[in-house]
C-alpha cells in the first residue's frame, strides 16, 4: 500500500470514529431520555393509585359533611315542636289551641328557611298555567270564569333543587268543556222530506 492509500485510510478512520463517537452520544441522550420518560410514568402511576385510594374518602368526607350541615338545619324545627308542645300542655282551652296552631306554623316556616338556604325552593303552581314539566295532574275540574288549563287547587306541594324537580305539584286543573254546535233540525227535516219524495216517485214509477 502507497503512502497516499495509508493517508486516505487513516482520514478514513477517523472520520468512522468521529461518527461512532456522535452515534455512542446520541444513544446515551435517548438512554437518559427514555429514563427520565420511565421516572415520569412511575411517579404519575403513583399518584394515580394515591388519588384511587383518596378520592372514596373524599366523597364520603363530603356526604357526611352535607348531611350534618341539613340535620343541623333542622334541629331549631325539632326546637321549636318541643317548645311548642311544652306551651301547649301548661295552656288549656283555647290558649292552648293557638299555641300549637302558632307552633306549628313557627316549624313551617323554619324548615322552608332551611330549605331554602340549601337552594330548594317550592313550585309555584296555584292560579299557573299547568306545565307537565312541573305539575302532576290528580284531577280535572271546571270552573267556567277562569282560564283554562289552570291550576284550581294544590293538592301536594312541589319542590325544585336549583334547575332541577326534585318532585312535581299534584295539582288540580281546570277544564273548560267546549259546547257541541246545535244541529239545524230545519235543514234535517227538509232533506228527509226530499227523500221520502225521492222515494215515493220510484214506487210509483216501478207499479207503473
Known sequence: ?????????????????????ALEKQLEEVAAEKQDT???????SADYANFQKRTPKQIADSVAYEKKAIIRSLLPSVDNF???????????????????????QMVFDHMLDAL????????????????????????????????DNTVLEVYQAGYM??????????????KIETEQPA????????NT?????????????QES
Not at 87 to 96: L, N, Q, R, V
Not at 165 to 173: D, G, H, Y
Not at 183 to 190: Q, R
Open 1 to 21: 500500500m502507497s503512502e497516499k492509500d495509508l493517508k486516505k485510510a487513516n482520514k478514513k478512520i477517523k472520520e468512522l470514529e468521529k461518527k461512532l463517537e
Open 38 to 44: 420511565f421516572e415520569q410514568l412511575q411517579r404519575i
Open 82 to 104: 318541643e317548645h311548642a308542645l311544652s306551651h301547649a300542655s301548661e295552656a288549656s282551652g283555647e290558649e292552648a289551641l293557638d299555641n300549637i296552631i302558632k307552633g306549628i
Open 116 to 147: 331554602k338556604a340549601h337552594g330548594v325552593q317550592r313550585i309555584d303552581a296555584l292560579d299557573m298555567p299547568f306545565d307537565p314539566n312541573l305539575h302532576e295532574a290528580m284531577m280535572r275540574r271546571s270552573e267556567p270564569d277562569k282560564e
Open 161 to 174: 333543587i336549583g334547575e332541577q324537580v326534585l318532585r312535581p305539584s299534584k295539582v288540580i286543573v281546570n
Open 183 to 190: 244541529e239545524d233540525t230545519t235543514e234535517t227535516a227538509a
Open 193 to 205: 222530506e226530499a227523500e221520502q219524495e225521492t222515494e215515493a216517485t220510484k214506487n210509483n214509477k
